[in-house]
């Protein structure tokens, strides 16, 4: 049977982000000379239709020149008749500082001591917790003391849990996607129906803010299975989903 003690204090999240224009035509000079530095890092000698192409696929991973558009987050607790749920909540919309501010609340409230509490996601070292510091820090919102890792030492991140690390048992050579866990442990993929590539398009082109919502959610809930899967712990088939979200349509 599920332990509390495995996963009950986790709070599992994923993030979505997007760049800051539309397009690389929308920056104003100082946005454009600074990205066609970035880019020539990433495609030496490109063209201007390339220049282009990397803004809108690759912009949103830079802190810099980017913007949340979406934080999900989920957690377990055991409810009635011993059956485990599993809480989902979403914060999107246009504004990323009340985004942010919501989701520094939260962890203040309820995952607030890192001796007890735990944060856990795919890749979350590397990617999640710094671009989210980052643009906290953008918005002068002071960091949740679970977050600021910025003079941590190894030992004292053990409360950042990376499925991506665990998965790699100390081999860094090669970067496993939270699909191809998926795949490998049998769980149902979160890319099937949408990808992090489609992020930029359903936010500005189709405006869907819900579409993006419930991608990211899918994607808090694979990585709850992989973690749980990485445990040895086959979860429980009668697992109960809800969801209650703040998306400002």
């Not at 944060?119 to 979350?124: K, P, Q, R, T, V």
């Not at 991506?164 to 769980?187: A, E, M, P, R, V």
Request: aromatic share 12%; hydrophobic share 35%.
């Amino acid at each position: 049977m599920f332990s509390p003690s495995i996963a009950s204090n986790l709070l599992f999240l994923d993030v979505e982000t997007v760049s800051l224009a539309q397009t690389f035509d929308d920056l104003d000079a100082q946005g454009k000379a600074l990205w066609s530095k970035k880019a020539a890092k990433i495609y030496p000698n490109y063209t201007e239709e390339e220049l282009s192409i990397t803004y809108s696929n690759r912009a949103g991973i830079y802190a810099e020149f980017s913007k949340v558009v979406c934080i999900s987050v989920g957690y377990l607790f055991e409810g009635d008749d011993e059956k485990w749920e599993f809480r989902l909540k979403s914060f999107a919309g246009e504004d990323e500082a009340k985004i942010l501010k919501e989701f520094a609340d939260l962890l203040g409230q309820h995952y607030y001591d890192v001796t007890l509490h735990g944060l856990c996601g795919h890749n979350i070292r590397e990617f999640d917790i710094p671009f989210l510091s980052r643009r906290m820090l953008v918005h002068h919102i002071k960091l949740p003391a679970i977050m600021d890792i910025r003079h941590a030492k190894p030992w004292e991140r053990e409360h950042l849990i990376d499925t991506l690390q665990d998965w790699k048992f100390g081999d860094y050579k090669n970067y496993t996607s939270l699909d191809s866990l998926c795949y490998t442990f049998g769980i149902q993929s979160p890319k099937e129906a949408m990808s992090g590539a489609d992020v930029h398009s359903a936010y500005y082109d189709e405006k869907n803010l819900n579409k993006i919502a419930i991608y990211c959610e899918e994607d808090v809930k694979a990585t709850m299975r992989v973690y749980l899967r990485l445990q040895n712990v086959d979860y429980d088939t009668r697992l109960i989903e809800s969801r209650s979200s703040t998306v400002e349509e």
